[in-house]
Nanobody
């Protein structure tokens, strides 16, 4: 059974940083692509970043240069380092395991002064 548990969200001022974490279990993590999505109030959920099993990364244009996705296969963890945060980054952030189409419960990120 695939389980994804996000953590690290919170309230941050514009220009600040946060690192989100996702603990994964129930599948062979080291050979899996992993991704982060986000969903703002009243909007659709969309892809923020994706990392392949060989550490190839892809980002949405709106976060390129500010966000970094990474993984630790020894710990079955995937991270999203978010810098230079903007109010438009406010959303619930979700970890996703694409092969099983599984989602975590999400973690709220609020960027506000």
């Amino acid at each position: 059974q695939v389980q994804l548990v996000e953590s690290g969200g919170g309230l941050v001022q514009p220009g600040g940083s946060l690192t989100l974490s996702c603990a994964a279990s129930g599948f062979t993590f080291s050979t899996s692509t992993m991704s982060w999505y986000r969903q703002a109030p009243g909007k659709e959920r969309w892809l923020v970043a994706i990392i392949s099993d060989s550490n190839i990364t892809t980002y949405a244009d709106s976060v390129k240069g500010r966000f970094t996705i990474s993984r630790d296969n020894a710990k079955n963890m995937v991270y999203l380092q978010m810098n230079s945060l903007k109010p438009d980054d406010t959303a619930v952030y979700y970890c996703r395991h694409p092969p099983s189409r599984s989602w975590g419960q999400g973690t709220q990120v609020t960027v506000s002064s």
